[in-house]
């Protein structure tokens, strides 16, 4: 069973900084591909960044490309996402999400992963 539980929203600034955490009560994180998904008020669930079953292999979303780093501490089951230069345009829920298969060729789109959080909230003041 895998129960994911996201942390660490709040409200900044603009060019402000904020950690997510992501708690695995489950198996562990290590063996699986982990993503970042984002959802700003009436716009569609987007990709954020991810990282594969090898934590050398990670991607991210061009608007975040430079200033956000997904990382995983496997022994303390915890996925992060380090998010620095933060924007108003980044303010949304923030969702982490699980993929049993190790898709990594699929990290890209929602359907390809298992099991998610409930979200985080994120907001940026301009």
């Known amino acids: 069973q895998v129960q994911l539980v996201e942390s660490g929203g709040g409200l900044v600034q603009a060019g402000g900084s904020l950690r997510l955490s992501c708690a695995n009560s489950g198996r562990t994180f290590s063996i699986y591909t982990m993503g970042w998904f984002r959802q700003a008020p009436g716009k569609e669930r987007e990709f954020v960044a991810a990282?594969?079953?090898?934590?050398?292999?990670?991607d991210y979303a061009d608007s975040v490309k430079g200033r956000f780093t997904i990382s995983r501490d496997g022994a303390e089951n915890v996925l992060t996402l380090q998010m620095n230069s933060l924007k108003p345009d980044d303010t949304a829920i923030y969702y982490c999400?699980?993929?049993?298969?190790?898709?990594?060729?699929?990290?890209?789109?929602?359907?390809?992963?298992?099991?998610w959080g409930q979200g985080t909230q994120v907001t940026v003041s301009s």
């Open positions: 999400a699980a993929d049993l298969g190790n898709n990594w060729f699929l990290h890209r789109k929602q359907t390809v992963y298992d099991y």
């Open positions: 990282i594969g079953r090898s934590d050398s292999t990670t």
